[in-house]
């Protein structure tokens, strides 16, 4: 099944607001990614987290790792209608794992 | 560069029926996967594979069948059709890193099969 859980699962946010999405394991990570899908489209892979309290950003995006490993977020400031989808984070428990395992998503709505 | 490809784009099949949903990159990417995507649904792993002659199972691989004669092909195979497997499917392929600790290659993925049992 599901390693990891994300939160919430629906996100409708107005134009210009911020909003956060969360990703929770209950075991250590040995890295976690993120990836977009766009209404229709499929998955693109957005950035990749590895060590411990790490923290990226792509323009108004920004990712972090918790400092157990356990869990990541994505804040997106200043919500664009191109933001619009599905954020999905994955992970493989172990870092020699094949197999990667994806959350449900959080779906982003937006109104203008 | 084409990267992943799938075909067909969209299908509808009949209860009992059989088909085989086509994926192939360019990439030279030894690590090869299927997942399906229901409404609302995170994507479930249903075949892998880490090279050609290799594949393994993932979380909901019934009803499923795959072969990996050379690195470029992946296909699924859908025995049965039962309305169940209706469904997006997506092929993805990464490549191998080794001796790069806990990093890991990405998942680049085709446009998705979307199939209807009825």
């Known amino acids: 099944g599901q390693q990891v859980m994300q939160i919430p699962q629906y996100q409708h946010v107005q134009e210009g607001e911020d909003f956060t999405t969360y990703c929770n394991s209950s075991?250590?990570?040995?890295?976690i990614q993120w990836y977009k899908q766009r209404p229709g489209g499929h998955p693109v892979f957005l950035i990749q987290l590895v060590k411990s309290g790490e923290v990226k950003k792509q323009k108004r995006l920004t990712f972090q790792f918790g400092e157990a490993k356990k869990n990541s977020s994505l804040h997106i400031t200043a919500t664009q209608t191109t933001d619009v989808g599905t954020y999905f984070c994955?992970?493989?428990?172990?870092?020699?794992?094949?197999?990667?395992?994806f959350g449900a998503g959080t779906t982003v709505t937006v109104r203008a | 560069n084409a990267g992943v490809t799938q075909t067909p784009k969209f299908r509808i099949l009949k209860i009992g029926q059989s088909m085989t949903l086509q994926c192939t990159q360019d990439?030279?990417?030894?690590?090869m996967y299927w997942y399906r995507q229901d409404p609302g649904m995170g994507l479930k792993l249903i075949y892998y594979s880490v090279g050609a002659g290799i594949t393994d199972k993932g979380e909901v691989p019934n009803g499923y069948n795959v072969s990996r004669s050379t690195t470029e092909d992946f296909p699924l195979r859908l025995e049965l059709a039962a309305p169940s497997q209706t469904s997006v499917y997506f092929c993805?392929?990464?490549?191998?890193?080794?001796?790069?600790?806990?990093?890991?290659?990405?998942?680049?993925f085709g446009n998705g099969t979307r199939l209807t049992v009825t």
């Open positions: 993805a392929s990464s490549y191998s890193i080794l001796g790069q600790g806990d990093y890991n290659s990405p998942l680049h």
């Open positions: 990439m030279n990417h030894n690590y």
């Open positions: 075991t250590t990570l040995s890295n």
């Open positions: 994955a992970v493989r428990p172990r870092s020699n794992d094949y197999k990667l395992s």
